[in-house]
Each structure stands twice: as structure tokens, then as C-alpha cells.
């Protein structure tokens, strides 16, 4: 039996490369064999998640920044908090230490193709640190958008500002809600307008070539001297410096947040950021001679500090009136049962803890497929999950990036992986895959096969019990592991920080278990069958 397992695989790559409409698990049927294809109208649902999700800190590996609003969703503000850890603890900044400057050191992504880039530089330049001859290169880049790539004719469009947080974060590993409230300081310690570009510098002596400076593409936002003189370097010696445990609980962190309310959004990973304190001691020469002698220390905002994306909602009223049906995410949780009397007409899925759809087969759907593959000896295929941009609805006639990928989960079997995508997972498995993404005409297909399958065949799966079969949709990837590029679990994704929004054509009321016309662009199940 094993020596069949590569040609079996073989001849999946092979068929699947053929017939498009066919994934993977049961394509090798086809052959000699006639393939029937019937679409099938879905009950969908919007789901309503509160606006907000529980994220353990720990599990961020990117964070959003910034402001946007448009009509359908409404208006989104999303804000950076994060802890603030020493670089060394009970440290020594020497004798009578005063700051000069102080510098947070963000690393937002950036577009690297080639006309991205603008290079300006000076070759006359002097660099004002002993006035020395040198050439200036200074590379920029725009950052990665969602939303407005333009506001008005403002320069720059956002303004971000920093604030200090006054509430204890807790630790990396507690969960923590995204739209929890967080006290800071009434004052900010910092700010800077940004124009949405980062920049590298390279400055180089004439007189050698040598560098002077080199720094890598960032975001380099001023803050308050005095502040850090005060909360860091004169509290030199003072218990509060002297471990972790006292630190965060007495700088407690920090809030990167914008002025505006609307604009875009941009990322970042939270363990590239970083403060540098930049300061003068005394330096007593063997001659009793003191000089101001030049220091810096560091504080990190990398790992194990919290890292959280807070968003904050401003609903519009095509969102609020097209979700007054939404289920509440508790109830899909815990109503086993869950009956949809109202099938929505529109889905709206969104991230950052908007809402997601839920999509039922019904039972009677099921009942007729079982009783197929008794009597009739039909053997599934192929079975997807069709989705639809709305591209009727005037209000979401944009350009914005749409998702590419979704998570999914049966709605009873919430915290593991559809059975295909372990099953399949060696074998060129797709979850998600979309069509026409740039356009207005773009859908999608999510390839429940084995899924179907097991429900079909296994009389043991009470429909009854369950009211048929729900599949819960949000937007999202998984995340993976670096290493192996194994995926880490169905909790595992970026969901808490993902910006893209959909509008989906909902359900056909009058065709939900029923055969429907290939042409509709309802919520459907597509199946692809053979007669053993």
C-alpha cells in the first residue's frame, strides 16, 4: 500500500493541473468516469464579534498603525501600545548624566520595487558633528498602505504622537481584549508629521570614504528630553531601575497613536522598534581635567514586552443596518442548535474584530446528498464554498485591496483545522482560492471537500442534532512557523491586526438547499460528482 502513495499523489498534481474546478482530494475518481457538476444556494449569516477580540500579546508578530473611514464599514482607529523594557538593569549612566536628545526608532513595511525608490544626495554636505566634508545618500521609500493613499492636499497627512501609558499592561502571555481601555498620560512626550515615507541614511567622510553614519530604513520620531531625563537617567541608583518586575510596573509603556480619523493604515513588526537615549557624563582625565563625555543607552519595545493593536470603532449606518440580523459570536459558540431564521442578502466580513459570516448547509441539503450516495452511488469530487464581491452595491464600488485569504472553522468543531488542510496538506491542498481579486467581478472558493465528504458518508454526524452543517469565515491567514513553514494552529493568525474588508452577496432566500443556476452570484455550494 505505501508504494501507491506517490503515484496516488502523482496523479492528483496531474488531474488538478487539468480540471481547475477539481481540488485535490478525489480528482483521481475522474478518470474514466463522467464528472457532473450542480450549484446548490447556501444560508449565510453575518456574525457579530463586538468590535473587539481576546489576542494573547505574545502571539503578535506585526501591528497596525493609523486611521480610515469609508462608507460601507465606517470608520476605524487603530492604535499602538506596547511595554518598555532596559537594556541592562541598575545600570551605570556615570557621573552628573544629562540627555541630549531622544530618539523612538519604528520600522513600518515599506514597498521595495525599484519605482518605489527615491535616492536624493548631497555631495557637499557637513556634518555638523566637527563640520566634516561629506556626502549625504538618503534612500525613501513609501510605507505599505490600507486606505487613503491620499488625504486632502495636507503634507504631511497624519500625524503621530506618543503618549505614556499610566495602566499596568500585565504580561506577554495574559489575553487581553482589543478594544480594552488603556489610561495614558495627558500630555504626549512626542510627535511627528509623517508624510507615509521611511528613509535609510548613508553619510560618508570625503576625506577617506569611511562612514560617519549608516542607518537602515525607519521611522525616527523626537521625544521629550526632559521626560526621559527625569523617568530614566535621574532615577540612577533608584529601585525602580534595578529589575524588569519593578520597571514595567513603573514605566508602564507607551501609545503610538495618530491625530487624524481618517487616512490609512500601516504595519510593523512591534520587536524592530526601539528608544535610544542619547546623553553627556563626566569624564575625569588622569589631570583632573572633566569632559562632557557622549553616552547612549537603549530601552527596548521588543520581545517579551505586550504589544497590542487597540482599535476603535466608528460604525456607519449601511454597516449597521446591513448586520441588525448579525448572530452574536457567543451564541455560535454555544448554541448548538442555532437556528437562522433571517439569511442576510449582504455579508460583511471584516478583521481586527469586525464581523465575520457563517455559511450552513442545510440539513435537508445534506439528507438529499446522503440519500445520493446511497441509492445513486454519487461520489463527491470536488465541493466549494462560492463567495461573491458585491458589485451591485454603489457604496463599495473602491478600489481597496480586498483579501486574499480567509480562516475557516466548522462551526462545531471550532478550534481545529477543516479536515482537508490535514489531510491534504502535502498534496498542493488550497484552502482559499480567489478570482478576478483586482476587479469588481472578484469571488472566492473555499474548499470544503473532505468536510462534505465525512458528513455525507458518516451517518454518525447528527444533522438533526446540529441543524444541518455551519462553516464560521473570517478574514485572516494562518500564521506559520518560520522554520518548517508548518502551520501553528487554527488560533495562530492575524486576524487581531489584518485591515481588509469585504462585501459579499449574501443569500437567495427562495434557493437555499436547492439546485440553482451556475450563473448566480448567491452564496453557493458547488459540488463536482461522480457515479461509482
Known amino acids: 500500500m505505501m508504494k501507491l502513495i506517490p503515484v496516488l499523489l502523482m496523479g492528483i498534481v496531474v488531474m488538478n493541473s487539468c480540471e481547475s474546478e477539481l481540488d485535490n482530494l478525489g480528482s483521481q475518481l475522474v478518470n474514466g468516469s463522467e464528472a457532473s457538476e450542480k450549484v446548490y444556494g447556501l444560508a449565510a449569516y453575518n456574525v457579530n464579534n463586538q468590535d473587539v477580540q481576546n489576542v494573547v500579546t505574545s502571539q503578535y508578530d506585526s501591528v497596525r498603525i493609523g486611521a480610515f473611514s469609508e462608507p460601507v464599514f465606517g470608520g476605524q482607529k487603530v492604535s499602538y501600545f506596547t511595554q518598555v523594557r532596559l537594556s541592562s538593569y541598575n545600570p551605570d549612566f556615570g557621573k552628573n548624566p544629562v540627555v541630549d536628545s ?189 569632559t562632557k563625555t557622549k553616552q547612549e543607552t537603549s530601552l527596548s519595545l521588543g520581545s517579551p514586552n505586550v504589544h ?107 478550534s481545529r483545522f477543516l479536515p482537508d488542510m490535514t489531510l491534504l496538506a502535502s498534496a498542493g491542498y488550497s484552502l482559499v482560492r480567489s478570482t478576478n481579486l483586482s476587479t469588481k467581478d472578484a469571488y472566492y472558493d473555499v474548499s470544503i471537500t473532505s468536510s462534505l465528504k465525512q458528513i455525507i458518508e458518516d451517518e454518525s454526524y447528527n444533522i438533526n442534532e446540529n441543524n444541518g452543517k455551519d462553516f464560521i469565515i473570517d478574514v485572516g491567514s494562518y500564521r506559520v512557523d518560520s522554520s518548517t513553514g508548518a502551520l501553528l494552529g487554527q488560533t495562530y493568525n492575524d486576524r487581531p491586526y489584518n485591515p481588509f474588508r469585504l462585501l459579499l452577496v449574501g443569500t437567495d432566500t427562495s434557493k437555499i438547499g436547492q439546485e440553482m443556476s451556475v450563473s448566480s452570484k448567491n452564496v453557493q455550494l458547488r459540488l463536482i460528482f461522480t457515479k461509482k
Open 102 to 290: 531622544v530618539v523612538l526608532t519604528l520600522k513600518p513595511l515599506y514597498e521595495t520595487a525599484s519605482d518605489s525608490l527615491k535616492t536624493t544626495t548631497t555631495e557637499d554636505y557637513i556634518y555638523p558633528d566637527g563640520n566634516v566634508a561629506a556626502k549625504k545618500v538618503v534612500n525613501t521609500y513609501p510605507v505599505r498602505k490600507y486606505g487613503k493613499y491620499k488625504v486632502g492636499t495636507a503634507t504631511p497627512p497624519l500625524t503621530i504622537r506618543v503618549h505614556e501609558v499610566t495602566d499596568f499592561l500585565g504580561g506577554a502571555s495574559d489575553s487581553i481584549k482589543t478594544n480594552k481601555t488603556i489610561a495614558v498620560s495627558s500630555t504626549d512626550i512626542g510627535s511627528k508629521s509623517f508624510n507615509g515615507t521611511v528613509n535609510s541614511v548613508v553619510i560618508t567622510k570625503d576625506s577617506d570614504a569611511s562612514e560617519i553614519v549608516n542607518r537602515t530604513v525607519s521611522l525616527r520620531i523626537p521625544l521629550k528630553k526632559e521626560f526621559f531625563q527625569d523617568k530614566i537617567i535621574g532615577k540612577q541608583g533608584n529601585q525602580v531601575l534595578k529589575d524588569a518586575a519593578s520597571f514595567i510596573r513603573y514605566f508602564r509603556g507607551l501609545r503610538i497613536s495618530v491625530d487624524e480619523n481618517d487616512g490609512y493604515l500601516f504595519s510593523m513588526a512591534p520587536n524592530d522598534a526601539a528608544i535610544t537615549i542619547y546623553y553627556k557624563n563626566d569624564v575625569t582625565a588622569s589631570d583632573g581635567t572633566v
Open 308 to 414: 497590542l493593536s487597540h482599535v476603535a470603532y466608528s460604525r456607519s449606518s449601511s454597516y449597521i443596518t446591513g448586520t441588525k440580523d448579525a448572530i452574536d459570536a457567543k451564541d455560535i459558540k454555544t448554541n448548538t442548535a442555532l437556528p437562522i431564521a433571517n439569511p442576510s442578502t449582504k455579508l460583511y466580513l471584516q478583521g481586527m474584530g469586525g464581523s465575520s459570516i457563517g455559511v450552513r448547509i442545510t440539513k435537508e441539503l445534506i439528507t438529499s446528498l446522503r440519500n445520493q450516495y446511497k441509492n445513486e452511488k454519487i461520489a463527491v469530487v470536488s465541493a466549494k464554498i462560492r463567495l461573491y464581491n458585491d458589485s451591485t452595491d454603489p457604496e463599495w464600488d473602491n478600489k481597496y485591496r480586498k483579501p486574499s485569504s480567509f480562516l475557516v472553522k466548522e462551526r462545531d468543531t471550532m
